[in-house]
């Protein structure tokens, strides 16, 4: 079985720093995918970042990065330059990809952030 | 391209009834997934549904049910409603997987919020 652990449920952070969400998972599996969306008040799930388990870089996209260190089984979101509409809960999530067709996404408990102005 | 279109946004039922919430996946996209989340569990994988066959199952109990249209539509079905499946019903929707190891990205819908009293 999965399991995503997400250990901070709120996080403050001044607008314009970086910020870290952190996200560690279990598997035994080797093929994996790890994801992390955004979700603000309204309700939609927006998509951020991928990285696969076989992939050996660090995926990027615009101010997100993911901080994959496989030996931990960590994925860390890292956010740069924060804006107030980063303001949303984060959720990491892990998809296995050993079993074709598999579309199952196991998600963690989310962290809430909060950008100050 | 349009999105993932789910209706109606809200709804309120009363226990004992049933309820049919509804999923129009983005174009091309042959794979559509549903998703519970409340407070107290997160979210859940309810089903995935391809080609109008149930491929995957989550561990919900049969007064959950789905199914898909040739079009790729889905609709999901809660029966006899309890209190406890007030929630917001997450669909997302992935295009056909380019590899075994693809990382086939989910993409959500607003939700349902559905409210039992």
């Known amino acids: 079985a999965q399991k995503i652990t997400q250990t901070q449920p709120g996080m403050f952070v001044q607008e314009k720093e970086a910020v870290t969400l952190d996200c560690t998972y279990d598997?035994?599996?080797?093929?994996?995918?790890l994801f992390w969306y955004k979700q603000p008040s309204s309700g939609e799930m927006i998509f951020l970042i991928y990285?696969?388990?076989?992939?050996?870089q660090n995926a990027t996209e615009g101010r997100y990065s993911l901080n994959f260190q496989k030996a931990r089984k960590s994925a860390n979101l890292v956010i740069s330059a924060s804006q107030l509409g980063d303001s949303a809960m984060y959720f990491c999530?892990?998809?296995?990809?050993?079993?074709?067709?598999?579309?199952?996404?196991?998600f963690g408990t989310g962290t809430r952030l909060t950008i100050i102005p | 391209k349009a999105g993932v279109t789910q209706t109606p946004r809200y709804l309120i039922k009363t226990r004992g009834q049933q309820v049919t919430l509804s999923c129009s996946p983005i174009?091309?996209?042959?794979?559509v997934s549903w998703y519970q989340q409340t407070p107290g569990q997160g979210l859940q994988f309810l089903f995935e549904?391809?080609?109008?066959?149930?491929?995957n199952k989550g561990n919900f109990p049969g007064r959950f049910s789905g199914r898909q249209f040739s079009n790729s539509r889905s609709e999901m079905n809660v029966s006899t409603l309890e209190l406890g499946d007030s929630a917001l019903y997450l669909c997302?929707?992935?295009?056909?997987?380019?590899?075994?190891?693809?990382?086939?990205?989910?993409?959500f819908g607003a939700g349902t919020r559905l409210s039992v009293l």
């Open positions: 997302a929707s992935s295009p056909p997987p380019s590899g075994a190891l693809a990382k086939n990205i989910q993409y």
């Open positions: 598997t035994s599996d080797q093929s994996y995918g």
């Open positions: 990285q696969g388990s076989y992939d050996e």
């Open positions: 999530a892990m998809r296995v990809i050993s079993n074709f067709g598999n579309e199952k996404l196991t």
């Open positions: 174009s091309g996209h042959r794979s």
């Open positions: 549904y391809f080609s109008e066959t149930q491929r």
